[in-house]
């Protein structure tokens, strides 16, 4: 793997490795931490997927760089080895220690994000969460991009798979066919992170949050609001900061758990039926 590194960082004429050594880096992809003369670098790599998946990552982490609201890591390339076909994200190493303010910031700065003028939802082009693969256009209609582009999306997926069948199954068309009822139109369009859970944002020096692995979509801010509510990882400070900017609506508890529905819907298509019952006790809410 050093070698394959190694030749990666020749793309940008970085020769002078002195240290590499295997970091955490998720669930998907292995992630190394490279010392050179006078730069350190975070490499992930990910033999079983295609080149697009680090480039995705790459273009949103330069869609959340050019809002100037919030802190990215730099981006150095992405490379496909030639001798191994192994994808590599070269990126800068992040690191410090939380403040007594860090999770402040991070709610005002996410907010901020979020004010940021878009038109249209969705994206264009593939996009992907997790190691599961969307291939999206903008629609002018969230509902629409939600229902058709996410949710039966992700319920094809475990179709195929056989996580969805049978009742589960045709509970979930029955909610798809009555989701005008809690999810709007036409709200404000943000840019938003996609995959916004707790191990997706980190300190850096000065206690500065920065955002990390954006699965990036234009859409409601309320969908990137329930994610950060449904595996923990977020005080209390930060949410009180995050609704001094931005606050969230009055219906934001009634479809919280629709737009939570999505995640859980990708787990139980990527890791199993242990998120099996969480779908099934979200569906029975909705659909009597």
Known sequence: MKDIIQRGLKQIQEEDIQEIHAVT???INEAYYVRAKHQEYFVKLNKEMDVSFFEFEAEGLSVIRRTGTIDVPVVYGVWEDKETQTPML???????????????????????????????????????????????????????????????????IGQSQGSIS?????????????????????????????????????T??????????????????????????????FSQRFYDAYHSVFPLSTEYETRKELYQLYYLL???????????????????????
């Open 25 to 27: 880096g998720g669930d």
């Open 90 to 156: 070269c990126m800068e190493w992040i690191e410090g220690k939380k403040e007594n303010n860090t999770d402040e910031i991070l709610g005002e700065r996410l907010a901020a994000m979020h004010l940021g003028e878009i038109t249209g939802y969705g994206w264009e082009g593939k996009s992907y969460i997790g190691k599961l693969m969307h291939d999206n256009h903008i629609h002018k209609s969230w509902l629409t991009y939600y229902r058709d582009a996410r949710l039966l999306e992700q319920i094809k």
């Open 166 to 202: 049978g009742k589960r199954n045709k509970q979930l068309m029955k909610l798809l066919e009555k989701l005008d009822k809690w999810i709007p139109d036409k709200p404000k369009s943000s840019i938003l992170h996609g995959d916004l859970w707790g191990g997706n944002w980190m």
């Open 204 to 233: 850096g020096k000065g206690g500065i949050p920065y955002l990390i692995d954006p699965s990036i979509l234009y859409g409601h801010h309320e969908f990137e609001m329930a994610f950060t509510q449904l595996f923990g990882g």
């Open 266 to 288: 990708a787990h139980l298509n990527m890791f199993g039926e242990s998120y099996g019952g969480s779908v099934d006790r979200i569906v029975r809410k909705y659909v009597k």
